[in-house]
DNA sequence: CATTCCCCTGACAACGTTGTCCAGGGCCTA
DNA sequence: TAGGCCCTGGACAACGTTGTCAGGGGAATG
């Protein structure tokens, strides 16, 4: 039947893409079902006032049997607001960053939004992809624990109105918000604690020099070590990537020699656990405090710095939310104090 | 200037919703500050072949001095796919999320997919709440670990096309992929070891027997006390929260009275935990197998029965993936081994 | 009974992108 | 030199939703 009367194919007439979402109903479909207008439909998914009860069920009837979801897609289109957020931080499998992770999901889920986070795997180019990739998506907001040390690259985005908090290490060569631990302090405090104990010969073993946390934390080892008055041989530094092999290597080497130290400060958690790890095997007692609190550390008697991983993230989600309400100060600078946990391992004297 | 040329306001003319995303620049604005049309930008920003070097290069400064950003809501809706895909866990901040989380992650970023979990602490309707805010923002798939015990609210989802695996625990009245871990062998053999090392009154304190896997692990404890011809007194099972409080009762309900178990078999990692804080205060010695593996197991000498999260999540994933890539075969039942890793607590002897 | 007002409903454009088609110009071939 | 082909670039519609506005009908009021 060739027949004229259909439309002989529009001028530029586009056929759209292939896949779709395997032809899922939308308002208009609902719309035609009920026998209402396409603006009604909107209505009742909305929850807007101005439709009658009657009304209303045979859309929800009709938005039923075709199983019609609103497509969030084209309501972002056309809103301009995502109510998302991103988070972009190192690792999710960490037991620091899950937690820290939790708390600014729940945050979010108060004000009605979603969160979307990835790992950057401490890779700068991989932390810019991902938060790119957000920005992409038009997340309301950022919340990023630094890989890099360059953030330009967010300049245009944060002037194109998305809102970003830096947590745990401050952002590079940009001015913006940023919420972390007193890491110079709480080793400070941690390797005073070590000092006080007797210890004169302390290690620090810590992560790359290129993260912030770790060079603070070096700092309040070396003020510590000043204020009382004692000298730091090169050795007992040990900077580098937090892999359980050259953690292991490094707490082996400070414990060798013929004046090897009587304590060691761990930087961070995973450099706390392989401390632990070789110590058990170490024939001479050795003091420890960590960095970071550990899951059962209590039970193994280690002394640790602690600092709140949800606290971090928690205050950081704050911040951002206050800004997407519209405050609007200047970039700010939060330092959330940290808090020594003695439980033993960092009580142990130096033999005498 | 007063110009009657201007288009006398359109009669139904729309203004547009206020906030917009800053004002952020368009590919309309980088095609008129190249001078060129609006396809040209679209295909230099998505390396479509049919563009002069030139031409390129005048787009690409283009964007670079407006800081243009492709919008991928606009995007996605006229491709129809997110290159995302959703995860509903039960808690991000339980070391055992954190790992499965992260090798999915890593899974969708090898085929060019973001990941967007939330987290359902648990509770059914937070599970479904999520799992469909996921669908209408039109997740290309979605991976979830059931905190209820009725899916079928996913039924027209995944009728029209979302892919989906569950992982963990199954679903519950629909059929579909789903990949656990061996609950039942696993606790059948932790329990099984214990009787081999000579106990006979052995406790089971486990999570709310409205999940899946602690009914599991449950048959499996009884399994194994059958198959030695054991006898289970109601009074050494223990389902529920996992919550501190409640499990330190069990414990300590199990270990008190005239006839004591002399050994605990704890339902997944939290009991895990919580038991052997109550163990070490306790001048019995007790022998405890715990279901999960946890960090440090090693140093406190607790045996355990250990699955492998990140090859739960990665194993997901690539089904979920698998399927996304055309293939459709029957929903599948993967279930990954368990290992007995012995380390001290699971062979204490019962008092003699 | 006429008029006003309000409530409910629907038509329409626009959000920013991509797929399709067409136009124009340059180059090669006959 | 003319014809045809290929290559580049642009116009346009459409993805599914929401904001704006106008129209119709019923109730309330004069």
New binding site residues.
Partial sequence: MADSTRPPT????????EP?YGN?P???DVAARAG?????V?RV??GE????PD?ERRVQEAIESLGFR??DS??V???GRTASIGLVLEDLADPFYGPLSRAVEEVARAHGALLINGSSAEDPEREQELALALCARRVDGLIVIPAGDDHRYLEPEMKAGVATVFVDRPPGRIDADVVLSDSFGGARAGVAHLIAHGHRRIAFIGDQPRIHTAVERLRGYRAAMEDAGLVIDDSWVALGSTAPERVQEAVKSVLAGPEPVTAIFAGNNRVTVTAVRVLAGHDQRVALVGFDDIELADLLGITVIAQDAAALGRTAAERLFRRLDGVNDEPAQVALETVLVPRGSGEIPPPS
Same sequence: chains 1, 2.
Avoid at 36 to 40: C, M, N, S
Avoid at 49 to 52: E, I, K, N, S
């Fill in positions: 529009p001028p530029g007439g586009p056929r759209g893409p779709r899922r939308t308002m208009k209402v207008g396409l603006k009604t909107s998914v909305n006032p101005g439709v009658t009304t609103r497509n084209a309501r289109l056309r809103k």
